[in-house]
């Protein structure tokens, strides 16, 4: 059975938001485990808001009711209603206690909410996945985040079949039962919203180790996986142990509980989820060993690792008061993970990484008909809000505080922020009070920021006064109307800046007006928070180049009239290593316009002439150089475009790096693969890791202007890789490049990974970037193949996600081809997986700007599809949207 809900178009509004009328101190669930039918003992303790009148209403999504009771005595068929998801109750008091038992079927819950089963009937194991709102699939609660009970939860199934049984909290006794069977108890102390329950039971193995706080208290952390799995647990146990020591030094927030247990499945909607001392990942988040995984899957792997255990606090002990607020919890850790990835590896190298991701998942979302705010105001379907604006965007939106505040600032209002809202559940105000009131500054002007939706534009003008030797920085903004936001209004922007010399220095910035406040700063912020404002700085002794937005201080598109010279002289000079790479990408994308127009090459000439250079250079870090070199992707290009051609920008960027490796030259490319492909190695070192980077960026270069070259050295690199990093990048290229050599490769890998999943979703996704016209008879090839399944989320996305996002030329097809097929799978996932169905769906967000062939195309794969009888409240909310623009 999967649960369909129907399309109802009702919204959620934030504005009628209510405190509930009933609470719920304490549950005792018991859980009698099965494959096919789990049933649910539980027992709510009771508490009414005096103030309210309502009667006990409690949500329940496709439960069977095998017995009802109150303080008790069994109800009558008369004291109670089950209709549209609610149980309504008849006779609570204050202080009751209902005992429910309902009876759900885990094998047959493919949408892979509430409680289901992961792999085969035979081997596979029971987990949940709560939030949002998946509690309600497995019994009869107040489903809703700002309801914080305590936790008693017994599991008891068959010994043989579930030698595992886990819950979230701390383990309270076990033992064995008749017939075979045995349980487990676990009581959580810490009050915790709904969302945050889960139990895995199953034949899972562990690896533990032994951790003790700062303070003293010691804590097992035990990871569970699969027995083919459990030997790649290591990097994450380890990635873990980081995290947590991090949070106390950084932040001082220490573990509450005895255990903590991270459990890895294969069959996961999203990427992992914080259950209170029992988070279970996405494998694909968990696993990690040298053979199997890439060097960014690594580094992913760590980073999701943090942000889980980061949720400990900001999202368990403090939690959302209803999921409007999600980004309080979302947005914070993104932040806190980005800080721990950056203070881990390489700053810069994070910088760049997050601002490009923002620029290809947000910007667009915040630009076409799926725009929200970071704090909607209204939704149908609240997992289609688990999006880029509200994490990545969320997160940028953290960020401007804290450096508002500093870090010794900042620090203090976390405390204040966590302290006062301990065991409790906050709204964004909360946040932001919190925040301002440890430091005695009103951040609520930033609140603006988490209701308008669109990528505000900063357009800055300088202007050289040589008589008054002064610089005038004139910055204005304007954010363009969104679906339902028609007029905007002005935010603050902190604009962190310096100014260069010809010579490439930084020089002393002094700003009229402000006498006195560090008079020799060569760096500061400015805040933009009206519709313009202009800043004058004296003593400059000669028209400076202004590098802006430093480090991106705000999630803004900067629009300033730079002389390529300008970009050419801060991509060599700036000291900011974001900004440095920031000229670099602004003057790829002003070349990129030299090759549309066929005009002027005098961007091209300068980005090729300023790489050229750099890329001689010995002392530059092989991983900057790699993201130097590459310009930006065709996503951000199209985005520049009033209406795109995606195959159009496809060729062009290819152009574009054709010039760039033309310049550099084929030997001096040559010469440099051979001296990085001398230094092959396994390690993870920063230096190891820079220098396979590289080597990719390198052999694609080669491949722009010598392709025989470049596929004899792919092959060789292939046949040789110690690592999966090498491997899956010459696989790439071959493939890529319709190298004769791409096809026995392929069929090298597929027998080497055949029992490995993930490395399986490497071999379908690589093959959905193959050229242009030849995809589409692959894709179909592929989802013939017997190791794809629509009922795998992993498995779909690394066909048709990997398809639609990251081959945008090999998915546009001008006749229409590649939309039909989309469309109509997107019909056939919704049916198993709503979640999945409807993020995959948002793949055809950006359509409006399609030039009009393959925009006529899209709309009528849409439409088809919005016609289907029978689609989820999930996807019905996103095709809607995409076409109500
Ligand atoms: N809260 C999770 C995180 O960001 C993600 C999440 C939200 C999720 N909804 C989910 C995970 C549904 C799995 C399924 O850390
Ligand atoms: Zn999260």
């Not at 430091?439 to 988490?450: E, I, Q, S």
């Not at 310096?498 to 060569?522: C, V």
């Not at 900004?579 to 000439?605: M, P």
């Not at 996704?765 to 190791?787: F, I």
Request: proline content about 5%; hydrophobic content about 40%; aromatic content about 8%.
């Amino acid at each position: 059975m999967t649960t369909r809900s129907d399309a109802s178009p009702a919204l959620i509004r934030l504005s009628d938001y209510r405190a509930p009328a009933w609470r719920v101190t304490q549950v005792e669930l018991a859980f009698d485990l099965g494959i096919d039918t789990t049933d649910v003992t539980s027992r709510l303790h009771l508490r009414r808001d005096p103030a309210q009148q309502e009667p006990l209403r409690l949500d329940g999504e496709g439960l069977k009711l095998l017995s009802i009771s109150l303080d008790g005595q069994p109800l009558p068929e008369g004291a109670w209603r089950y209709a549209d998801s609610v149980l309504e109750v008849d006779g609570a008091r204050d202080g009751s206690v209902l005992e429910t038992r309902v009876r759900v079927q885990p094998a047959a819950n493919t949408a892979l909410e509430g409680l289901y089963l992961s792999g085969k009937r035979e081997s596979g194991f029971l987990l949940t996945q709560c939030e949002a709102q998946g509690f309600r699939h497995i019994t009869f609660f107040p489903d809703r985040p700002d309801v914080l009970a305590s936790y008693t939860v017994t599991l008891n199934a068959d010994r043989e079949r579930f030698p595992v049984l886990l819950a979230g909290g701390n383990p309270d006794g076990h033992g064995e039962l008749d017939h075979g069977r045995h349980w487990a108890r676990f009581v959580d102390p810490h009050p915790k919203p709904s969302y945050l329950f889960a139990l895995v039971a199953g034949r899972l193995q562990k690896i533990e180790r032994d951790y003790v706080t700062n303070t003293g208290r010691a804590v097992k952390l035990v990871i569970w996986a699969e027995p083919d799995a459990i030997g790649r647990c290591g990097y994450a146990m380890d990635a873990l142990e980081r995290s947590m020591r991090w949070d106390e030094d950084t932040y001082g927030r220490e573990y509450d509980l005895d255990v903590f247990h991270v459990v890895a499945t294969h069959d996961f909607n999203m990427g992992a989820m914080e259950n209170k001392g029992l988070n279970i990942f996405n494998a694909k988040y968990l696993l990690a060993d040298a053979d199997s995984t890439t060097d960014d899957e690594y580094r992913a792997v760590e980073a999701v690792v943090a942000h889980e255990y980061f949720h400990n606090w900001s999202g368990n002990r403090v939690t959302c008061r209803d999921w409007f607020q999600l980004s309080l919890k979302e947005g914070l850790t993104v932040f806190r993970e980005q800080q721990f990835s950056a203070d881990m590896n390489s700053a810069p190298l994070k910088r760049i990484e997050d601002v490009a991701l923002l620029r290809r998942a947000q910007f667009p979302e915040d630009a076409g008909p799926l725009a929200h705010p970071v704090r909607p105001a209204q939704y149908s379907e609240i997992n289609n809000f688990y999006t880029a604006t509200v994490y990545e965007k969320g997160s940028e939106l953290v960020r401007m505080v804290a450096g508002r505040l500093g870090r010794e600032g900042f620090r203090r209002g976390m405390d204040l922020y966590f302290s006062r809202h301990d065991g409790h559940a906050a709204t964004l105000e909360d946040f932001l009070r919190a925040l301002g009131d440890a430091n005695r500054v009103d951040l609520m002007p930033y609140l603006a920021w988490y209701a308008q939706a669109g990528t505000p534009r900063l357009t800055a003008h300088g202007h050289y006064d040589a008589t008054h030797r002064t610089y005038t920085l004139t910055l204005s903004q304007h954010t363009p109307p969104t679906a339902s936001q028609p007029h905007k209004q002005p935010l603050p922007i902190p604009v962190k800046l310096a100014l260069f010399d010809r010579a490439g220095h930084m020089i002393p910035l002094h700003l009229a007006g402000e006498a006195g406040t560090d008079a020799s700063a060569l760096e500061r912020v400015v805040v933009l928070d009206r519709a313009e404002q202009s800043f004058v700085f004296q003593q400059v002794g000669d028209a400076p180049v202004p590098s802006l937005l430093r480090g991106f201080s705000a999630p803004v598109i900067l629009e300033c009239d730079y002389a390529p010279a300008d970009l050419a002289l801060l991509l060599r000079h700036d000291v900011d290593g974001f900004n440095r790479w920031e000229a670099g990408q602004q003057l790829a994308a002003r070349a990129f316009d030299n090759l549309r127009d066929g005009d002027a090459t005098d961007a091209l000439d300068a980005w090729c002439n300023a790489l050229e250079a750099l890329f001689a250079e010995t002392t530059l870090d092989a991983a900057l150089l790699a993201d130097l070199l590459t310009p930006p992707g065709e996503i951000e290009l199209s985005e520049r475009e009033r209406l795109v051609d995606p195959s159009l920008v496809h060729a062009l960027r290819q152009q574009l790096q054709e010039h760039l490796a033309l310049r550099i030259g084929r030997e001096a490319l040559y010469q440099r693969y051979e001296a990085l492909a001398a230094h092959t190695s396994l390690e993870l070192d920063a230096t190891s890791q820079a220098r396979r980077r590289l080597k990719r960026r390198v052999l694609e270069l080669l491949a722009r202007i010598d392709p025989w070259a470049a596929h004899s050295l792919a092959t060789l690199q292939y046949d040789n890789a110690p690592s999966m990093t090498d491997r899956l990048a010459a696989l790439a290229v071959l493939v890529r490049e319709n190298a004769p050599q791409a096809a026995a490769a392929l069929v090298h890998f597929r027998q080497r990974y055949a029992d490995n999943p993930l490395a399986m979703d490497k071999w379908f996704s690589v093959q959905t970037q193959l050229p242009g016209e030849l995809v589409l008879d692959r894709v179909h090839a592929l989802e013939a193949d017997a190791a794809f399944t629509l009922k795998n989320p992993n498995r779909v996305n690394s066909l048709f996600g990997a398809w639609a996002r990251n081959n945008p030329d090999g998915f546009h097809r001008a006749d229409g081809s590649g939309y039909r097929l989309l469309a109509e799978r997107l019909g056939q996932l919704d049916a198993i997986n709503p979640q999945v169905a409807a993020r995959l769906a948002t793949a055809l967000n950006g359509w409006q700007r399609l030039e009009p062939m393959r925009r006529a195309a899209a709309r009528a794969a849409i439409a088809t599809l919005a016609g289907q009888a029978g689609l989820s409240r999930n996807l019905t909310e996103i095709v809607q949207s995409m076409l109500h623009d």
